[in-house]
């Protein structure tokens, strides 16, 4: 986040295209310079948390310069101005309108697939981070906004923040606390089993060795469940 924020700084407000593609080579140089490749792309998804709450002006510039240096870091950039969004002031309280707003943010931020898909990988990514004690408040997302997401892409956010989460608080029994929760209306329950006990529990016990192998920088970006069970 230093590093983004520095860099960042440094876009003066006539910018040049030149000015602000030299300096994301700047930021990929310190990033990669300083990071075990195993957790970089962590590194990486800060630039979109920074930018998405500092510099907002400055988001489709660096889209337009990161997807012609590399896709993967255009991922990473989203995912971070997802995460990002869920922590902006605005949107602390955790109630029905506020979800709405969340993902109306999503829409409007993300100008193209890839940027929409890992936006709201982001956003879903720091609401189970957040409240992963108090799984009440996932369980209004799922039973408010599932019907309106694919799945898939709610799920896979969730997992790869539990593997985070199990891989920086191993003794901590939240996790297993958040799979064993029973909603008690009965369509929610059905949801909830699909998409967050079943999934969750089978990535944290069987999957975390070979995510944390393969380098769980990787996780800061949406990935598909397909590609979190290789």
Not at 82 to 88: D, E, L, P, V
Not at 143 to 158: K, M, P, Q, Y
Not at 161 to 188: F, G, Q, Y
Not at 202 to 211: E, F, Q, S
Request: proline content about 3%; charged content about 25%; overall charge negative.
């Amino acid at each position: 986040l230093s590093f983004a924020g520095r860099c960042l700084e440094a876009i003066t407000s006539r910018h040049t295209g030149a000015q602000v593609r030299t300096t994301l080579e700047r930021f990929i140089v310190l990033c990669d310079a300083n990071s075990d490749e195993a957790y970089v792309g962590a590194a990486y998804e800060a630039l979109g948390l920074a930018t998405g709450n500092l510099h907002p002006h400055l988001l489709a510039d660096i889209d337009h310069h990161l997807a012609e240096l590399d896709e993967e870091l255009v991922a990473y950039f989203w995912h971070g101005v997802g995460r990002g969004i869920y922590f902006a002031p605005t949107n602390l309280r955790p109630n029905v309108e506020t979800q709405r707003f969340l993902m109306k943010q999503v829409q409007q931020e993300s100008s193209h697939e890839l940027a929409r898909l890992n936006t709201l990988s982001g956003l879903i990514w720091a609401l189970v981070l957040v409240n992963i004690r108090h799984p009440e408040i996932i369980e209004a997302f799922v039973r408010d906004n599932l019907s309106e997401l694919r799945r898939e892409i709610f799920t896979s956010a969730l997992c790869s923040a539990c593997v985070i989460w199990r891989d920086s608080s191993p003794e901590d029994r939240s996790l297993s606390a958040l799979w064993k929760h029973r909603p008690a209306d009965a369509r929610t329950a059905e949801l909830w089993d699909a998409c967050v006990s079943d999934p969750c529990s089978r990535m944290v016990n069987d999957r975390y060795p070979a995510l944390r192998k393969a380098g769980l920088g990787r996780l800061f970006r949406h990935r598909s469940l397909s590609e979190l069970c290789v």
